[in-house]
C-alpha cells in the first residue's frame, strides 16, 4: 500500500531534514512553485497547445476567454516576480528563493543554491518589469504616450518557461542535498481541468449543431424546445 503522506507531514519531514527555518520556508516556496506549474499547465492546454483549442474557445465564448487568456498570464508573471523578489523590500520580510542561501549551513550548497537564484531573477526580469509598469502599476507615459515611452520587456512563453525552470533548478538543489531527491513539477494535464473543460465544450459545440441542424430542417424534438435555467 502507497504511503500517504498530508500536507502537514511533508512540512514535518523537511523541517526534520532541514531544520525548522529552512524546512518552513523550502515548504511554502514548493508550495507556491507546485501551484504555479498548475496553473500555467492550465494556461498552455488552453492557449499554447493547438490552434483547434483557441478556435473552439472563440467559438464558444471569445470574450470571457480572452479575459481568461489575460488574467491567468498577469497571475503568472506576478507569482514569478514574487517568488524571485529580493529577500526584504520597503522593511518587509519576503517570501522568495533569494531568501533560501542565507538559511543554508553548508558553504557549496549554499553558494550552488546562490547562483541558480540569481539565474531566476535575471530570468524573471521582465515579469517585474510587467508588474511595476503594466499589472500592479500603470505607468502614465506607457498608457497615454506609446510612441515614446520605454515599451514592456518583451513577454512570452519561452521567457516563463525558463525562469520557472531556473525557480525549480534552485529549489532542488535545497531539496536534492538535504533529502537526497528533487522534484518534477511539471506533471502534465490534471482531471477537472482546462482539458477536461474544453472536452465539454466541444461536445456541446457539437450538439448545439445537430440541433441547429433539426431547426433548419423543421424537425426539433420536445428537448429542443425546452429551455433551462444555467
Known sequence: MADFRT??????HYVERMGEELGLLFHELWQEVALLRIEWGEFIELFGEKRSRVALMNEAAPAFFTM??????????LSIARLTDPPSSMGKD?????????????????????????????????????????????????????????PLELGNRVKVEAALLAIERTLNAVGGYYTGSTTHFDLGSRLGGALSMLYALRRGAKAEAAWRARLERGEPTSEDREHEEI
Open 7 to 12: 500536507p502537514e507531514d511533508v512540512k514535518a
Open 68 to 77: 481568461v487568456q489575460r488574467l491567468l498570464w498577469e497571475e503568472t508573471l
Open 94 to 150: 519576503n517570501l522568495t528563493i533569494r531568501r533560501l542561501t542565507g538559511c543554508i549551513d553548508d558553504s557549496g550548497t549554499a553558494q550552488e543554491v546562490s547562483r541558480c537564484a540569481k539565474e531566476a531573477a535575471d530570468a524573471a526580469d521582465f515579469c517585474r518589469d510587467w508588474r511595476n509598469r503594466r499589472i500592479a502599476h500603470r505607468d502614465l507615459a506607457l498608457a497615454t504616450k506609446k510612441e515614446t515611452a520605454t
